[in-house]
């Protein structure tokens, strides 16, 4: 069976983002929006017959988080998952000159706060051009498919669905920021395209940055803080900020502008930035809510006016952005949509999903479709890749194997501890779904603040997202059709009164960030829920990643000791294994 590869991820001077883009923001400080950004969240993917089989971030295995650069160790991986094949080869980036021409046009031809930087939007496209070049030599063919049509490819055909409309939102490719496309049978066609000058998600990171978080990295603790918000106290500011166009377009102007005119409009507006270690104020949780507000609204808006135009009723959703399932939420209850698929991984490690598919359908047109049922889609380890493991920490732990592991870590986990649960194949994306997952009683309301200062290590107003069953998730959701949520990545209103039950799931805002778990596609999970809940009488668990703050989601079993043994965690559920200390 031919397989077909899709890689993500564009050769730097170094694999750690942060240092990444400091260096791209040295080389051109006089543009917000660098091209040289894009190379991180590496990853790869192979496809067989229209079926992504294996996928896996560069991250998770260099544990570089957001890992910069080509993805020699996740293809490495994705070749020896197919017994070696070395099948076509699809590429996230087409940097040619018709995408540097629209790049220089979303600038006003090179105008840029009244200074020519037209040069230097050249010079910084060339130079990855060159790169994407030399990567290429070193693939003799690779195919090239541009950033967003690898976004888009990725949410539609994984989707299940026969007609969508896809809507890819993120920072920007080669020059898009922003596209809406028509999937059907033929494949997937663009109908609009934004360019840079139209990136919420390029707004999104501003104004990360401007609350002390870092940006392309924090955004979700934006999202987070915005439901503390009380009102739109900055709706003006944001609706100067995005200028709305015909047919559900829209512009930001500000994108234009130099840092330095940039701060000359928004300080007053919005008082000075927040520094990282300065505690964060009722004004920065204004600002916060009314971006949140402003994406949503201007998304509402694009969605509407094209769905309302082509009658469609499915929606599919890619790129960064997407990943905030508030704005998710808010599609999902709009009632435009019957159905909504947002691909778990969004973000550009996705597009090496979108790229293995988009070169399948190429050569296969007529080749069968399925759909993405679940993210399982990385390594997994036997008992006695464990074993080994396990003896190479020596006293450091305790290792049992219980007859009933379900029940075991059910029981612990409703007496207050809390648990790491190792399983199976690794998740891709961003999102633990119960096989690299932290996991507690989300009845006890204290167990958020627990898990995000001991656990976590990270900010307390933070949420955590609940893992149903989908036999109960009405009980406590409100919801559409279950598959929707089995990927975490829709927020739904949590249903009075049992949302009192479960109050360290339930956000401020009143809704929940569910995943519901079905027993056709996580067994393992789906037991463990329904053992808590009889012996709780509660099916719901808090799920979250396995990690702590500024490292990936674990991978292998001495990644999960590891991690276990540096945190808070009261036991560890490794395969069959129960891990606890001395």
């Known amino acids: ?19 990444h883009f400091a260096a791209s923001s040295a080389a ?75 790049r220089l046009a979303s600038f006003g031809g090179g105008a840029f706060g009244g200074g020519a930087v037209g040069p230097s939007v050249e010079r910084d496209f060339r130079a ?25 490819a990725s949410a539609f055909f994984p989707s299940g669905f026969d007609r969508a409309l896809v809507l890819v939102l993120d920072g920007y490719g080669e020059s898009l920021a922003t596209s809406v496309h028509v999937g059907d049978e033929r494949g997937v066609r663009p109908i609009v395209e934004l360019a840079t000058e139209g990136s919420l998600g390029a ?27 009380k009102g739109d106290e900055h709706r003006a500011f944001f609706d100067a900020t995005i200028e709305l166009l015909e047919d559900g377009a829209f512009t930001l102007p500000d994108l ?18 927040r520094r990282d270690e300065q505690p964060i104020e009722p004004r920065h949780t204004a600002i916060a809510g009314s971006l949140q507000r402003a994406l949503e609204r201007t998304v509402l808006r694009l969605v509407t006016h094209h769905a309302e135009k082509s009658g469609i ?17 808010v599609l999902d209850r709009s009632g435009l949509f019957d159905e909504i698929f947002v691909q778990p991984a969004s973000g550009d490690a996705g597009t090496a999903i979108g790229g293995a598919l988009a070169a399948f359908y190429a050569d296969h047109p007529n080749g069968p479709r399925a759909r993405m049922n679940d993210a399982y889609l990385g390594p997994a380890f036997d008992d006695a890749e464990v074993e080994r493991a396990l003896a190479s920490f020596g006293s450091e732990i305790v290792v049992a194997r219980p007859a009933d592991i379900a029940r075991d870590v059910a029981a612990r986990i409703a007496n207050g501890e809390v648990v790491g649960w190792f399983r199976g194949r690794m998740e891709f994306g961003p999102r633990a779904l119960g096989n690299r997952s932290i996991l507690a009683d989300p009845r006890r309301a204290e167990m958020q603040d627990h898990v995000n200062r001991v656990v976590k290590k990270r900010e307390q107003f933070r949420p955590f997202a609940p893992a149903v069953p989908t036999e109960h998730a009405d009980d406590f959701f409100v919801l559409r059709k279950h598959r929707q949520y089995e990927h975490m990545t829709i927020t739904v209103p949590a249903r009075a009164p049992r949302a009192k039950e479960i109050p360290a799931v339930v956000h401020v805002d009143g809704t929940s960030r569910v995943q519901v778990v079905t027993k056709e596609t996580n067994r393992a999970f789906w037991e463990l829920l329904t053992r808590f809940g009889q012996q709780t009488g509660v099916p719901v668990l808090l799920n979250t990643s396995f990690n702590v703050r500024g490292e990936p989601i674990v991978c292998t079993p001495t990644d999960a000791v590891r ?18 200390r001395p």
């Open 256 to 273: 234009r502008m130099t840092p330095f005119a940039l701060a000359g409009r928004w300080f007053p507006a919005l008082g000075r930035p």
């Open 313 to 329: 009723r499915n929606l599919c959703l890619a790129g960064g952005v997407a990943l905030n399932c508030t704005m998710n939420g």
């Open 28 to 102: 051109f400080p006089e543009l917000l929006l660098p091209l040289t950004l894009i190379g991180h969240d590496a990853a790869a993917a192979v496809a067989q017959n229209g079926r992504i089989v294996f996928a896996v971030e560069d991250e998770r295995l260099s544990r570089t988080k957001h890992h910069v650069g080509f993805p020699e160790m996740a293809l490495a991986s994705c070749r020896a998952a197919v017994g070696g094949s070395r099948g076509k080869i699809a590429h996230y980036l087409d940097p040619n000159d018709a995408h540097l021409a629209k």
């Open 1 to 19: 069976m031919d397989a077909y590869f899709g890689v993500a991820g564009l050769e730097a001077e170094t694999s750690d983002q942060a240092a």
């Open 563 to 580: 991690c276990f043994l540096g945190t808070g965690l009261d036991a560890l559920a490794l395969e069959s294994f129960l891990v606890t």
């Open 203 to 229: 707004l999104y990171a501003l104004v990360t940055r401007y609350l002390g978080f870092e940006a392309l990295e924090d955004e979700y603790k934006v999202m987070g803080l915005a439901a503390y918000a």
């Open 128 to 152: 990855v051009e060159a790169r994407t070049a030399r990567m290429r030599g070193t693939h003799p063919g690779m195919i090239a498919v541009s950033h967003h049509a690898a976004h888009a």
